[in-house]
Antibody, heavy 120, light 109 residues
Framework: EVQLVESGGGSVQPGGSLRLSCAAS????????FSWVRQAPGKGLEWVSY????????FYTDSVQGRFTISRDNAKNSLYLQMNSLRGEDTAVYYC?????????????WGKGTTVTVSS | SYVLTQPPSVSVAPGQTARITCGGN??????VHWYQQKPGQAPVLVVY???DRPSGIPERFSGSNSENTATLTISRLEAGDEADYYC????????????FGGGTKLTVL
């Protein structure tokens, strides 16, 4: 079964850090690009970051540029999001999403998400 | 940056056809993808490239895309179709290319 499982969410004070992980199974992890997408409480989906399958090409949305770092470990079939200098507006459910293997423009598999709460 | 506009809500009776629109400048020239999100669950891809369905998605889900509006159509509406629906495009000219619409809450009356 194709599966993505996020972990690492939690509650943190403003200015703090968290590292999210996404464990993949049921497919060839190294062949795919991935994105992190977040959803603030009661709000819509917001793309956060992207990493390509190899020789990584990386993108970030403007609001997290310089604070978040996306990475991957193909040997561990895992995707990561290091989040530093967290702000209240980073509070959201964070989803790991697989980008279609031969396309860049949509996500065909999503994890169930992990919740990040930034509050004092 | 590219903007996608969806109506906040659509209400349709069971058995009828629901149409959810997604507006964007010359969206007809882009690939449009649709995700369904039920309460407390992760998004699920239901339509890609405006009108194609991933395996496992019922034929009741279809779509179109022309000029400045893309449309997700759900026929023979069922109670289980009640969800939030998001359109999404890839704006190759942007440095944050994956753009989502604001979402539409579909209520099955």
């Amino acid at each position: 079964e194709v599966q993505l499982v996020e972990s690492g969410g939690g509650s943190v004070q403003p200015g703090g850090s968290l590292r999210l992980s996404c464990a993949a199974s049921g497919f060839t992890f190294s062949s795919h690009s991935f994105s992190w997408v977040r959803q603030a409480p009661g709000k819509g989906l917001e793309w956060v970051s992207y990493i390509s399958s190899s020789s990584p090409t990386i993108f970030y949305t403007d609001s997290v540029q310089g604070r978040f770092t996306i990475s991957r470990d193909n040997a561990k079939n895992s995707l990561y999001l290091q989040m530093n200098s967290l702000r209240g507006e980073d509070t959201a459910v964070y989803y790991c999403a697989r980008v279609h293997e031969s396309r860049l423009d949509y996500m065909d598999v999503w994890g169930k998400g992990t919740t990040v709460t930034v509050s004092s | 940056s590219y903007v996608l506009t969806q109506p906040p809500s659509v209400s349709v009776a069971p058995g009828q056809t629901a149409r959810i629109t997604c507006g964007g400048n010359n969206i007809g020239s882009k690939g449009v993808h649709w995700y369904q999100q039920k309460p407390g669950q992760a998004p699920v891809l239901v339509v890609y490239d405006a009108s194609d369905r991933p395996s496992g998605i019922p034929e009741r889900f279809s779509g179109s895309n022309s000029e400045n509006t893309a449309t997700l159509t759900i026929s023979r509406l069922e109670a289980g179709d009640e969800a939030d629906y998001y359109c999404q495009v890839w704006d190759v000219t942007s440095d944050h290319p994956w753009v989502f619409g604001g979402g539409t809450k579909l209520t099955v009356l």
